[in-house]
């Protein structure tokens, strides 16, 4: 049942991307210009958020998720140098490309050139995270303590 949630969940995520218009790079980058403002992603993020207020109301409420198994553990709650900087590095690419990643993936379902060079490039920066992670796991861990 699980994966046929996850599918279906997708699935609402990316039409809602699409009804928003957060596929069109033009409606970032509208956003982000301080000269001739768009606030139509702003009415987006404070949908998603009303949304992600009233799942973690629910969540807080049930002891394990409907579809069986149990919840990921909670973020740490610290601000940190690599939070900071994971953070700009984001902001920084999707200023650019006028992209982030869900609408990326949506948009390389639908064809979008863009994305076809875009998803290459996130991939391979995903990539990078991971062997860097890696090794800044097994210098801070102690060598008789498996990586996480």
């Not at 009804?19 to 009415?43: K, N």
């Not at 394990?64 to 940190?80: N, Y």
């Not at 200023?95 to 982030?100: A, D, E, K, P």
């Not at 863009?114 to 290459?120: M, N, T």
Request: hydrophobic content about 55%; overall charge positive; proline content about 9%.
């Amino acid at each position: 049942m699980s994966p046929i949630i996850a599918l279906l969940s997708g699935l609402l995520f990316a039409f809602g991307l699409g009804l928003a218009g957060m596929t069109a790079p033009a409606r970032v980058i509208g956003f982000l210009d301080v000269q001739r403002w768009d606030p139509s992603l702003l009415f987006t993020m404070i949908g998603a958020l009303i949304v992600m207020f009233t799942a973690w109301r629910i969540r807080a409420r049930r002891e394990r998720p409907l579809a069986g198994g149990s919840f990921p553990a909670a973020p740490p709650a610290k601000l940190d140098g690599r939070l900071v900087g994971g953070a700009a590095l984001f902001g920084v690419g999707w200023g650019l490309s006028g992209f982030c990643p869900g609408p990326l993936l949506v948009s390389l379902g639908a064809g979008v050139d863009a994305a076809l060079i875009l998803v290459p490039s996130m991939l391979v920066g995903m990539g990078l995270h991971q062997v860097l992670e890696g090794r800044r796991r097994s210098e801070v861990l102690p060598a008789t303590e498996p990586p996480l």
